[in-house]
């Protein structure tokens, strides 16, 4: 257990406002604790004698060996209470009381003090605002909640009191049980990232539950996560995802609006799975609770009816996991068991007069095939099969392989006995065998991110003070956004961009184009298509004034070299008549680039508010905005994630040769990406950096143009 | 009612083959006939005397005015049974006998001999290897199965008879009743069409399903749904969606494996609103039964839970509803009547302390708001809140309103009687509030459908005549694909192409070229980017044999008028050592594109045996393999649904002027695709065509190359 282990398994709690008023929060929170905490419960009121039998006292500091205060006390003595039991010696506090952060100013302030008095004392705070905690191994209910959970291994944190009411309620009539459960309130002190440390640490705990509407510090829960999601799987609503609804949270816990994009990339890495629905995350929780991790991806589906067994097997299609396919030996055991009707293949029917005696054999069959990786039993209620003894047969069969299984036993009441057998037995049921493969699917994904290895993000040999002076020259000149003239940043941090240069006079352009296209002629643009020519060059206005050049004609591609004079004025007019007052910093000459041999990409970066800088990776050119082919990951970026990040976008294929192209040096792409990270981590200044197009070619990756936008006061 | 108005609605049924053997069928369907039938059940058994109390006729013609004859005896006996009862004058038989269709070559034969027997006395057979059937108006259970459905207004057809066995049995533990049931059984006779056409005429039936595993008639049922579906909704699962799951229900029923892109272009045009889950098909049943259609698309929340109020604007955002916005009057309303700490715009957000008065009072507000067009009431269980007075209150505010209203009363045992109440009223109740926004998106789908007008699609004056004389001169030929060769095709009917001619010497591809950059230069590539010219062309290898011209070195691409000649040797020489016994056409030498300007795309079409020419369009080039940004539509294309192909695709925007870029002809492309869809429709002996690329520009659309494959039987 970790540093919260007095606040769940506490031996004394007493409660800081307790009372036996009808209707009110302290005489619940009393009663619920009476009910079942094997521990001593006090009673604290300085205005009653006694409360439901309880001595009361005047104050927490005067009953010894108190573990945790439970706070119910009216919001402007809140404070004075805690402070009383933090010199009583007391570390741990459940704040149930509202009138904080959630309620203007003065809660607002009243938070703030709390936060400096539990840093004072160095205490542990769930709250305030909070419907109270659980521990079910020790009877402990410090909510003013109806019901008290069952016990089970789950452990489960809200960030809405009511839910957790809802979900007990309705958690307590499907055999759902709970090892923890936290109503986190405003989480002033204790966020989630503390709760899922300490589960990860409790051995009676098997499954994180989570409704989360935001991220109190997004690094911190990303570590956390991470750590603990190795050996205890973490499922997730993170509500919030969609405009109206981040509207709505920001109106319901006052949640910081952190971007969905930078959630999603952050959960993902935090190997959390996130799922958008109620449904979900308790289909989830309870099969992640109550099954093995299969061994292998293939699922077997035996079933008395073909109908559904179709159905299931699209649900399996629907999947990343597979229908598996059985060895001769057990397509032979399967003939010689079943009647000549049946089909022995997968999706497994034994034909609808099967008794249980026939299904059991079945399934026996199936969970002994070497490629099974987990089961569907699937039934259709029929005269000659007694679904009792069909879950009977289920759970023995499932304890004796130890491979998961989940059950759809069709129907309404006649599967009501069955059902409840197979759920006490850990053995999830749905009506619909879609979410019987869907939470089979969570078990494979759980069993994939436990299995994940991180490596460490590589750190290349830079010119760091380089590219510090770059930004710090433009800082100089008071600019925050930059175009081409940062190419040499990316040159800094060794991202390969073609050979260029920026003039400020037409002859020196002249010269540019002469010494670009004669020093490396050879690898410029152009082929036999009769378009472009190795002698062509392109060219761009440099001014920090004019974000879209393109829109203004402010770049020449294939320009010939006799014509690059000519060009160079054209470009520095247009920009002026565009833009009098536009500083102009030259024109820049560049190599062609090789565009109908490559594919052009971006590689782009932001900073998020909660989770720093992320690194983006797509499709590039036009189709950026239409497409939005993209995939983010927070930095720092290691070689695997990089490659990740290529695998993830749909246009992958056209990077890896389709159509009978070359494919391209995709280790040059993964490369980029990489110090593109190390590039954004270094410097906290850069805000937002897009390379696009990052042209990735058979023989390397070359950025063609970037542009950035940089925070001067962080230089 | 329609022509099954007997069927459903006898007033005598005989059971020949009824028996009192326990475990058998023929006793079970006598006995559920019985139980609850409101006409006469007769049972023939020339074996028995009596069966379960009823006089044993020894033939189904001995008894008098018989409506329908429910076949249960062995398969050897079948035809003659029903040969017997169509001579004596009935008309509708179910089959429940198996061993027909499904098993095995004499069963096949023993199916086509059912199939002539029905044609000859004009025979409604439903079957066989059939559960049977149901009427829940006149108590009519002539299946085999455990339990009758209760009364109600959804009409359900099954594929598979243990799945409609399933159904009822869960669904008499939901308050979920039925009007009609069939089980399909192998649709020897009547199918889904039939059905559908059927329950489309009854006053009784609101909501048709169905659970299919293939369509027998693609065009009838597209026909028949389509006309109905405008004031009878019809949801279905048509299984076998995925490629295990076709190959599943290929071994279940046999099903034809029809293309699943066909099947969700077909299902789609006949507003059937398609689902993949049995929890979505009842889900969106029973809205669809119990409630009216939305009449704007905005939905209000109105909770006592902040949490559960976030996660629904998720599911809403989710969806193609919208939250809805309040007029000032309505927020001035819930000012008045709610707490300072409620939250007064939508999700409204009532406070956990709320009372069944201000739940009532702040539902009957938002539903007085005209811009909410449905409802979700979401609760958590608290001490001051009683669910069955919500539940009630819910119940006349719905009636009062007439607007959609789903429900979620979260919890388990405390909302049980609460939700029977609601769902008894025909209000549906979820515990995921998700589930409650998608059933609300279901009858905001179900209204769209409703609402849509079909149009006929257009006839173009094409030439006809030159078309058919280009596929016969192909046959005579003995080809069966056709490349460039075949534009003049796409000539006839009026596919705008670029300037081209086919030249089979080196001279006339001199003079050719001439010709092309002479007359119509002025339209050719080339632009100020320094690439191309006006004066140059493309050249094409033409040769039926050789089927990927770029990948052999077949097209040259910017050839400038010096090198037309020595371009002509290459390509023919370059064929000829690929394919030494290539027959060779030609040379085609073809005007420039400006691919620059505009964007390639793909129009095509294949030929499906189910449903027959379906035209597809796509975004094209090196992108449709890859991204697959397809969508398809059932020939014949009318200029709505063409125009609809645009929006479907994600590159859309791209063609609409993306980027500050022209936007393209649309009407030129949306004519093509007609265009096609009229030439595939016109000559069956078109199997597949693609036009690829057809480049859109702002100036009209072009057909660049084309490919088709022909079937020479059919010309």
Chains 1, 2 share one sequence.
Not at 343 to 351: K, R, T
Not at 503 to 530: K, L, M, P, T
Request: net charge negative; proline share 5%.
């Amino acid at each position: 257990m970790g540093e919260l282990a007095t606040l769940f398994g506490p031996k004394r709690v007493a409660v800081v406002g307790a009372t036996d008023r009808e209707g009110s929060v302290g005489r619940a929170i009393t009663a619920n604790l009476l009910a079942d905490f094997e521990g001593d419960v006090v009673a604290v009121n300085p205005t009653k004698d006694e409360v439901l039998g309880l001595e009361s006292h005047d104050g927490v500091g005067a009953v010894p060996d108190v573990d945790v205060a439970v706070v119910v006390v009216p919001p402007p003595i809140v404070l004075d209470a805690i402070r009383e039991a933090a010199e009583a010696g007391i570390r741990d506090v459940v704040v149930i009381t509202a009138g904080f952060g959630e309620s203007g100013s003065e809660g607002a302030r009243r938070e703030r003090e709390l936060r400096e008095l539990a840093a004072e004392y160095d205490l542990n705070v769930v709250g305030p605002n909070s419907l109270g905690i659980m521990n079910t191994g020790v009877g402990l209910n410090a909510t003013f909640g109806p019901e008290n959970a069952r016990k089970g291994s789950i452990s489960f944190m809200s960030q809405s009191g009511a839910f957790v009411t809802a979900v007990v309620d309705w958690a307590n009539d499907r055999n759902l049980g709970f090892h923890n459960v936290v109503s986190l309130g405003n989480k002033a002190v204790l966020d989630e990232s503390d709760f899922v440390r300490e589960w990860g640490e409790d051995p009676e705990t098997d499954v994180i539950l989570g409704y989360l509407e935001d991220v109190v510090d997004g690094r911190a829960f990303v570590d956390s996560a991470r750590e603990v999601s190795r050996d205890t799987p973490i499922v997730v609503v993170k509500s919030g995802r969609t405009e109206a609804g981040a509207s709505a949270a920001a109106s319901h816990t006052g949640a910081i609006a952190g971007s969905e994009e930078a959630y999603e990339a952050a959960l993902d890495q935090a190997g959390v799975l996130r799922v958008d629905t109620v449904q979900d995350l308790f289909d989830f929780g309870s099969i992640l609770a109550g099954q093995p991790l299969p061994e292998r991806d293939g699922v077997a589906i035996v079933t008395n009816a073909g109908g559904p067994g179709v159905m299931t097997t699209d649900a399996v299609g629907d999947s990343d996991l597979s229908l598996a396919s059985f060895t001769d030996d057990t397509v032979e055991r399967f003939q010689d068991a079943l009647p000549d009707e049946a089909n022995v293949y997968n999706p497994v029917d034994i034909i609808g007069d099967a008794p249980v005696e026939r299904f059991a054999e079945a399934l026996d069959i199936a969970l002994a095939d070497p490629n099974v990786g987990a089961a569907v039993v699937l039934a259709c209620p029929t005269a000659t099969l007694s679904y009792e003894a069909l879950a009977d047969a289920v759970v023995d069969l499932q304890a004796e392989y130890d491979t998961p299984v989940a059950a759809t036993l069709m129907g309404g009441s006649s599967a009501r006995d069955a059902n409840e057998r197979l759920s006490q037995a850990g053995i999830p049921t749905y009506f619909d065998p879609a979410r019987a493969v869907r939470s089979l699917d969570a078990l494979r994904e759980y069993r994939a991110i436990s299995e994940r290895e991180y490596t460490e993000p590589e750190t290349f040999d830079v010119d760091r003070e380089a590219a510090r002076e770059i930004l710090e020259s433009a800082a100089r000149r008071d600019t925050n956004r930059l175009g081409v003239e940062a190419m040499s940043l990316l040159d800094a941090y060794g991202i390969p961009t073609p050979d260029g240069e920026i003039v400020d006079a037409r002859s020196d352009a002249v010269e540019a184009a002469e010494r670009i296209v004669g020093g490396d002629g050879e690898d410029g643009g152009g082929g036999d298509d009769g378009r472009g020519g190795d002698s062509e060059v392109v060219m761009k206005i440099v001014s920090p004034d004019i974000l879209h050049k393109s829109d203004i004609g402010g770049v020449a591609v294939g320009v010939p070299p006799e014509e690059v004079g000519d060009t160079y004025e054209d470009l520095v007019t247009r920009a002026r008549n565009y833009q009098p007052d536009a500083t102009i910093l030259g024109v820049q000459v560049q190599e062609m680039v090789d565009l109908d041999s490559g594919v052009e990409t971006i590689a782009g970066m932001n900073r998020d508010p909660q989770f720093g800088p992320l690194v983006l990776f797509g499709l590039g050119g036009i189709f950026v905005e239409v497409l939005e082919d993209t995939t983010l990951r927070l930095a720092p970026v290691s070689e695997q994630s990089a490659r990740e990040m290529i695998d993830e976008i749909d246009a992958a294929p056209l990077l890896r040769g389709a159509r009978g192209r070359d494919p391209v040096d995709e280790a040059s792409v993964v490369e980029t990406l990489q110090r593109l990270s190390q590039l954004v981590t270094d410097f906290p200044a850069i805000v937002e950096l897009d390379i696009n197009p990052l042209v990735a070619t058979p023989d390397g990756a070359q950025a063609v143009d970037v542009r950035l936008t940089i925070d001067q006061e962080q230089l």
